[in-house]
Nanobody
Framework: QVQLVESGGGLVQAGGSLRLSCKAS????????MVWYRQAPGKQREFVAT???????NYADSVKGRFTISRDNAKNTVYLQMNSLKPEDTAVYYC???????WGQGTQVSVSS
C-alpha cells in the first residue's frame, strides 16, 4: 500500500525554522514527482513546492528564497526546510505524489508573531 506520513510540524516564533518530513512507503520517492501543499484555516489549499523525479524544483512565489524542497533517496523521504518563517505560513502542510491522489495526513505548522 502507498502511504505518506508527514512529521516535523509544530509551533515556532516568527523568523524561526522548521524542517518537515514526508516519509513514503509503497512508492519510491526518487521515481516520482513530489509536492508540498498547505491549507490555512478558511483558505483554499495552495501549492508550496515540488521536486521532480529528475530533481528539478519549483516554489510558490510566497516561499521562494525561504523554503527548500529536497529528498533523501536512501530514506525514501521528502523534506521541506522552512526558514525565516512568517505568521502567514501558518497552515496544515500536506505531502502529495505528483499526478496522483495519494496524500499524507498533514502536519500543523503554527508561526507566532
Amino acid at each position: 500500500q502507498v502511504q505518506l506520513v508527514e512529521s516535523g510540524g509544530g509551533l515556532v516564533q516568527a523568523g524561526g525554522s522548521l524542517r518537515l518530513s514526508c516519509k513514503a512507503s509503497g512508492i519510491i520517492v526518487s521515481l516520482n514527482g513530489m509536492v508540498w501543499y498547505r491549507q490555512a484555516p478558511g483558505k483554499q489549499r495552495e501549492f508550496v513546492a515540488t521536486i521532480t523525479s529528475g530533481g528539478r524544483t519549483n516554489y510558490a512565489d510566497s516561499v521562494k528564497g525561504r523554503f527548500t524542497i529536497s529528498r533523501d533517496n536512501a530514506k525514501n523521504t521528502v523534506y521541506l526546510q522552512m526558514n525565516s518563517l512568517k505568521p502567514e505560513d501558518t497552515a496544515v502542510y500536506y505531502c502529495k505524489i505528483d499526478l496522483s491522489d495519494y496524500w499524507g495526513q498533514g502536519t500543523q505548522v503554527s508561526v507566532s508573531s
